[in-house]
């Protein structure tokens, strides 16, 4: 049988290490929910202002594009139909910044503090508000996104909302 061996005198233990690492994924899971959402409401408003001049785009295509593009430039891009929201596309700006150092920088610049309780701690609180940040700028784009479906297709999210339960419905009757 294995024994434990006592954590270091400073406190530090495996599982407030591996609570900092998955709040490192909890945040950029979110961030990364947030771009999915900046590329969704891009691509619904080039359809939307094709629409408007009478053309049809191949959404597949169209989502390649804005797919591609970097995240800031996608904001940018789309910018113009956030104006219901000020502030957003700042916002939004300040976020890809942030969430560009969570992907590149961050366990660079902070992997001496994942070993010390105060700093550790700290770590995991910050990474946690980054992750509520993310998760409401993705919310706030949504609305907008929202916005521009309803002017495409006509559907209301409650639409959307009840088609896709009647979808879930007669998929477990099927089974």
Same mark, same amino acid.
């Given at each position: 049988?294995?024994?434990?061996?006592?954590?270091?005198?400073?406190?530090?233990?495996?599982?407030?290490?591996?609570?900092?690492?998955?709040?490192?994924?909890? *945040?950029?899971? $979110? /961030? =990364?929910?947030?771009?999915?959402?900046? +590329?969704? &409401?891009?691509?619904?408003?080039?359809?939307?202002?094709?629409?408007?001049?009478?053309?049809?785009?191949?959404?597949?295509?169209?989502?390649?594009?804005?797919?591609?593009?970097?995240?800031?430039? *996608?904001?940018? $891009? /789309? =910018?113009?139909?956030?104006?219901?929201? +000020?502030? &957003?596309?700042?916002?939004?700006?300040?976020?890809?910044?942030?969430?560009?150092?969570?992907?590149?920088?961050?366990?660079?610049?902070?992997?001496?503090?994942?070993?010390?309780?105060?700093?550790?701690?700290?770590? $995991?609180?910050?990474?946690?508000?980054?992750?509520?940040?993310?998760?409401?700028?993705?919310?706030?784009?949504?609305?907008?996104?929202?916005?521009?479906?309803?002017?495409?297709?006509?559907?209301?999210?409650?639409?959307?909302?009840?088609?896709?339960?009647?979808?879930?419905?007669? $998929?477990?009757?099927?089974?």
């Amino acid at each position: 049988m294995m024994s434990k061996t006592a954590p270091p005198a400073d406190g530090w233990n495996d599982d407030q290490v591996a609570s900092v690492h998955q709040a490192f994924g909890l *945040a950029l899971n $979110a /961030a =990364a929910a947030m771009e999915k959402s900046v +590329q969704s &409401l891009l691509l619904h408003q080039r359809l939307t202002l094709s629409a408007q001049e009478g053309h049809i785009l191949n959404r597949h295509s169209c989502w390649e594009k804005v797919a591609r593009r970097p995240l800031k430039e *996608a904001i940018r $891009a /789309a =910018a113009s139909c956030m104006f219901c929201d +000020q502030g &957003l596309d700042t916002t939004l700006l300040a976020a890809a910044d942030r969430r560009n150092y969570l992907a590149h920088d961050f366990w660079f610049d902070n992997t001496d503090r994942l070993y010390a309780p105060g700093p550790r701690t700290r770590l $995991a609180k910050q990474l946690g508000a980054d992750s509520l940040i993310f998760t409401e700028l993705c919310h706030r784009v949504n609305r907008i996104d929202d916005i521009l479906i309803e002017k495409l297709d006509g559907t209301t999210p409650s639409d959307r909302a009840q088609k896709v339960q009647e979808v879930i419905r007669s $998929a477990s009757a099927a089974q």
